[in-house]
């Protein structure tokens, strides 16, 4: 009776020693009974936008023809004589330009699970 006493006693300071030993990293930590369930939380970002700015042609340059008619003068009562022979005046259109906005996705929206905080303070569940 009294060897087996002694060897109970013996392996419970073995299992309390095995026990101290896999809990060494652990100072006075509360490990609940059940995982938790709901650690995490569904995190949903919204799409992102940025507005543009850029200068786009509206109208090409061009270059217009306009005639000019030959021009005449009297001289003197019987003579009529051409001052100014008929010709082509060109006119120089430039282009025409404009800033234009538009708005572009700079990423779409996503969701995420985020850790939640601890509900308790004093055992941190």
């Keep these: 009776m009294l060897r087996t006493s002694i060897s109970l006693a013996i392996a419970a300071i073995a299992s309390a020693a095995l026990v101290s030993t896999a809990s060494a990293g652990c100072y006075n ?4 009974p059940q995982p938790c369930v ?3 939380q569904v995190q949903t970002v919204p799409p992102q936008y940025r507005t543009v700015q850029e200068t786009v042609m509206v109208s ?3 270059v217009v023809a306009h005639r000019t008619p030959a021009q005449y003068r009297t001289i003197m009562v019987p003579k009529t004589v051409m001052v100014a022979p008929e010709g082509v005046a060109y006119e120089r259109i430039p282009p025409q330009y404009a800033t ?3 708005v572009e996705m ?3 929206g996503y969701s995420y699970y985020a850790p939640v ?6 055992c941190g569940y």
Aim: hydrophobic share 20%; proline share 14%.
């Design 29 to 32: 930590c509360y490990a609940p």
């Design 38 to 40: 709901t650690c995490y």
């Design 60 to 62: 090409r340059g061009s």
């Design 100 to 102: 234009r906005e538009r």
């Design 106 to 108: 700079v990423s779409p």
């Design 117 to 122: 905080a601890p509900r308790c303070a004093s």
